[in-house]
């Protein structure tokens, strides 16, 4: 199947600082991508949906200037955590949907990211 | 709203036997269901996908059912190995839900050897 990179795989920032992660495509073209967090003993929640070229569509009651999403080309989107806190903490991981985004087909995961905000 | 439920609590079963998990879904009218696999600190892993025109679908000892009248899908893994252990999450979409892909909460499966 198709490969989604995601770095870092674990990351330890400190409180106030900004966070970058990288969600790669690595052998076909996403137009879309979606970001989701994961607490611990909980399923994934979507925080954004991001399309190449356009601005994300971020779900409800999640702060678009916090979590900023980047998708500047069919092969990579970037979730930024600015100005972290401890509750930031959690595992990110990105996917990406066949072209275009349809969900006739199988999304494929990046291996996620573990943050951890001290 | 929209809701997706799995049973939060976790399968317990012995090798070899079948395991059977349910997603049911309210308020969705899904042209797609899809299963994924879950281990530990990893991303989610595609299984399976049927379509709402579809009744069934297998693939070697995977096996997913979807009934778009009682709202609901499930998830059988036959023969069922240690192996198989993991948390498995389902995830209505199309239709109404439009591209997105929103999962339930996921069912941990656990198989005793």
């Known amino acids: 199947g198709a490969v989604v990179s995601q770095h870092p795989s674990w990351v330890i920032c400190k409180s106030g600082t900004s966070v970058k992660i990288e969600c790669r495509s690595l052998?076909?073209?996403?137009?879309?991508m979606f970001w989701y967090r994961q607490f611990p003993k909980q399923s994934l929640m979507l925080m954004a949906t991001s399309n190449e070229g356009s601005k994300a569509t971020y779900e409800q009651g999640v702060e678009k200037d916090k979590f900023l999403i980047n998708h500047a080309s069919l092969t990579l989107s970037t979730l930024t955590v600015t100005s972290a806190h401890p509750e930031d903490s959690s595992f990110y991981i990105c996917?990406?949907?066949?072209?275009?985004?349809?969900?006739?087909?199988?999304?494929?995961f990046g291996q996620g990211t573990r943050l951890t905000v001290v | 709203s929209q809701k997706i439920e799995q049973n939060s609590e976790a399968l317990n079963i012995q090798e070899g036997k079948t395991a059977t998990l349910t997603c049911n879904y309210t308020?969705?009218?899904?042209?797609?269901l899809q299963w994924y696999r879950q281990d530990p600190g990893r991303g989610p892993v595609f299984l399976l996908l049927i379509r709402e025109n579809e009744k069934e679908k297998r693939k070697e000892r995977l096996k997913v059912t979807f009934d778009t009248t009682l709202k609901q899908s499930l998830f059988h893994i036959t023969a069922s190995q240690p192996a198989d252990s993991a948390t498995y999450l389902c995830?209505?979409?199309?239709?109404?839900?439009?591209?997105?892909?929103?999962f339930g909460s996921g069912t941990r499966l656990l198989v005793r050897p």
């Open positions: 308020n969705y009218s899904p042209a797609y």
């Open positions: 052998d076909f073209q996403a137009t879309t």
């Open positions: 995830a209505p979409t199309g239709g109404d839900s439009s591209y997105k892909l929103i």
């Open positions: 996917s990406a949907a066949g072209t275009g985004g349809r969900v006739n087909t199988e999304a494929f």
